[in-house]
């Protein structure tokens, strides 16, 4: 007779967890928590790691474009500028050729050709980004020094931006490199997010007399709109967060330039080239405080990320009643 | 059956790892001289078999930190601990750290100029004066000065210098802070600087390639590199007025000349060295042994490594292009072995 009562709170917690139910559920509920505390502990040793330059320099940290190991004076600008330009450039580039790509494999491609594709497009998205860093420095150095420099520096040299010299790497090349590597992110969540759009809003369009581009464009796409920003806050993240790729093509040069031909540097690149020879208290958590401004950007966006996502299924779910 | 099976293959596997370990030694620290301490230690297990030494080639700044932590048994860097760190040692373990010089290494200037193919001559002043950003073409008088018959282009000087903290970066600007007071005030000297100009490259590597990119670029690798990848690199003014190419005779030359003078703990910069031969951007790479080791087995270890090391050890530093300790140097090492107890 014991634990067969009836199914209320007045069965004991042991006689619960004998049955599989309840085993289950609070081992998945520990899996899932510890995921949580993980990320918890993690920010919390970046702020710790980081205290004496919290407190040394404050808010200034983030202002301060003087970066001096040896006269232990520590200012961000630099690496967050570069890092924002470098993933701006390379959102830029990837945005257009992105969606422009999952358009192409979603609505227009013969479904054989769209596999196929994507097959390759997963591929890019696996190369890792040593190899990306390699392409950039013997393939697309030359090419900003022979064709991209000449052709932008001398009909537009007046505009800041395409000012100024170019040795070759760069905020451009860097954002070059990174857009290749954002592409592939691009694609495969649009096309997916566009192959999802319900197909009687393409019939209703066609029906109701559109070209087979303008019910893409001004039904489909504006469908799959939110899924598609997830998608490239997906890609800014990545582009944010990348380091060898990134710190074999930028120059590695702390200096805040409007020119894009300019070198300069990352957050993630620095943390990556000096970390493990910094000497001192002070220079080492300074380091890990460049991790906790990297965290927080990247951890923010991926929470924007998130939240669009969940409006957008709050959404499709909505319309398609 | 099966279960007690596995059982019993997991007690075998646990227990033949650590019977196969003996004496496991682990250090950590400069990345410079990792070819040789590599071949050391695989050498010197051969004769020992019972003792293992297990080195990682993290960088300098990490190498004194794990030692000073205690994480590891010994140390290694490209660049002498300063008063704080040793202070620092001494707070954290009670005890002091010694440093015992191994092999020397230098850094030598490397360019790419278009058209010219000539080994170039570089003055200290040049050098300074090129990587503050003051002498910007390759035409300037400093340059051509000490380079007659070489038709060098007016174009713009791109310098590159190295993205990460390294030991060849302290010995680079060791020696520009010894012959320049404006580098001195302004950068001064230590494994990761604030460059007034220039690209970063990651590691001799990252150099190099950015060299063989850029025309117009200078930078500077380790000597060992620049042998071993057939890198074409310009000669240095000594203290002396000598133009000398580095090679292995003329670092040795460097440190011969500072031995006189060596200080009791070697903690001593050879950059700028007298010496009619001798190159002037050398430098000692040093262990960093703890004086006070409580495991009997492991120090007798280090120190049987150590003694060893500056004998039949010495033997292996020139067929991988690093040049030998000189004579003096070795003796004077010999006596502080017995410092570490």
Known sequence: MQGAGPISGSRSFLSKLREGDEIARLITFIFAASVVLITISLVYELWIGSALPRHKFGLHFFVSQDWDPVMDQYGALPFIYGTLVTSAVALLLAIPLGIGASIFLAELAPPRISDTLQFFIDLLAAVPSVIYGLLGIFIIVPLIRNVIYPALNKPFGFLPIFKGPSYGVGFLTAGIVLAIMVIPYIISVSREVLLSVPRDQREAALALGSTRWESTWKVVVPFAKTGIMGSIFLALARALGETMAVTMVVGNSPKIAASLFAPGYSIAAVIANDFTEATGELQTQAYIELGLVLFLLTFILNGLARILIIVTTQKGSKVSN | ?341
Do not use: C
């Open chain 2, 1 to 341: 059956m099966k279960r007690t099976a596995v059982l019993l293959m997991a007690v075998l596997v646990a227990s033949g790892v650590v019977w196969a370990q003996g004496l496991l030694i682990n250090g950590a620290g400069a990345s410079f001289p990792y070819p040789i301490y590599s071949k050391w230690f695989d050498v010197y297990h051969q004769k020992n078999g019972n003792m293992q030494f297990n080195y990682q080639s993290v960088g300098s700044g990490a190498g004194i930190k794990q030692v000073t932590e205690g994480t590891v048994d010994f140390g290694a860097s490209d660049g002498p601990m300063n008063d704080e760190q040793l202070k620092a040692y001494q707070d954290k373990r009670g005890s002091e750290i010694l440093h015992f010089p191994t092999v020397l290494g230098a850094a030598v200037p490397t360019y790419n100029v278009p058209g010219v193919s000539a080994t170039l001559n570089f003055t200290p002043e040049a050098l300074a004066g090129i990587f503050l950003g003051k002498i910007t073409k390759w035409n300037d008088p400093a340059i051509t000065g000490p380079n007659k018959g070489v038709n060098l282009p007016g174009n713009e000087i791109v310098v590159v210098h190295r993205s990460d903290g390294s030991g060849t970066t302290y010995i680079w600007t060791d020696y520009l802070s010894k012959v320049s007071d404006e580098w001195k005030s302004k950068v001064n000297k230590a494994t990761s600087v604030n460059w007034p100009v220039g690209l970063g490259g990651k590691g001799s590597e990252g150099v190099t390639a950015l060299i063989k990119q850029t025309p117009n670029s200078i930078g500077y690798v380790e000597l060992i590199y620049a042998a071993q990848n057939n890198i074409p690199y310009g000669t240095v003014k000594n203290a002396a007025g000598t133009f000398v190419k580095a090679d292995l005779k003329s670092v040795s030359e460097a440190a011969a000349g500072a031995a006189k003078d060596m200080p009791e703990d070697f903690r001593v910069s050879i950059t700028n060295a007298p010496g009619k031969t001798a190159y002037p951007i050398s430098s000692f790479t040093w262990l960093l042994i703890p004086s006070k080791i409580q495991d009997n087995a492991k120090r007798d270890a280090i120190k049987g490594f150590l003694t060893w090391m500056l004998a039949d050890g010495q033997t292996y530093a020139e067929q991988l292009s690093y040049a030998k300790l000189p004579k003096e140097v070795i003796e004077k090492e010999k006596k502080a072995i017995a410092k570490v107890q």
